[in-house]
């Protein structure tokens, strides 16, 4: 079964740090681009940052480029998203995805970020 | 930078209406354009990508048209599992960049 599973979110203080998590399995991993989706309760999904397969292009949304950074370990079907000097407004529900030629066909189930003092 | 719009923002419909949802862009982006539904909890569903291709597995019901800076999701007849919030979103790759609409939220009328 093709499964994405995010793990890594939490209740952080603001100016910290947070690594999230996303496992892969059931599709060969190193042949998509993969990204990051967030969403905050009543408002819209916001494009976060995408990776692609061998790690030649990278993209950030303006909001988090230089406080945000996406890697991946392909042998371990392993997406990554370093999150340094958090602020309350990157507090949202984190989705991975998948990337299969124009959109992204295949979802977590999110994780839950909280930043707050 | 370019920018989405969709309209309208919400709408109340009922099962077996016609809806149509627009989006626009503020630069042609030919047909760079994927919709999505959501629904809360849950992780958004691919409905239609460059456009027009509709996903497999996706009921026949919802259709996808335009190119450039006009778009249009269209769902034939609305059922009681389509009640929920669709997304547009343009992607590039040079350089990499996904941006969605700010959503148009669905609910029964």
């Known amino acids: 079964e093709v499964q994405l599973v995010e793990s890594g979110g939490g209740l952080v203080q603001p100016g910290r740090s947070l690594r999230l998590s996303c496992a892969a399995a059931g599709f060969k991993f190193e042949d998509f681009s993969m990204h990051w989706v967030r969403h905050v309760p009543g408002k819209g999904l916001e494009w976060v940052s995408g990776i692609t397969w061998n790690s030649g292009s990278i993209g950030y949304a303006d909001s988090v480029k230089g406080r945000f950074t996406i890697s991946r370990d392909n042998a371990k079907y392993s997406l990554f998203l370093q999150m340094d000097s958090l602020r309350p407004e990157d507090t949202a529900f984190y989705y991975c995805g998948r990337r299969r030629w124009g959109g992204i066909d295949v979802w977590g189930q999110g994780t839950t970020v909280t930043v707050s003092s | ?109």
């Open chain 2, 1 to 109: 930078d370019i920018q989405m719009t969709q309209s309208p923002s919400s709408l109340s419909a009922s099962v077996g209406d016609r809806v149509t949802i627009t989006c626009q862009a503020t630069q042609d982006i030919r047909k760079y354009l994927n919709w999505y539904q959501h629904k809360p909890g849950k992780g958004p569903k691919l409905l239609i990508s460059d456009a027009s291709k509709l996903e497999t597995g996706v009921p026949s019901r919802f259709s996808g048209s335009g190119s450039g800076t006009e778009f249009t999701l269209t769902i034939s007849s609305l059922q009681a599992e389509d009640f929920a919030t669709y997304y547009c979103q343009y992607y590039d790759d040079l350089p990499l960049k996904f941006i969605f609409g700010p959503g148009t939220k669905v609910d029964i009328k």
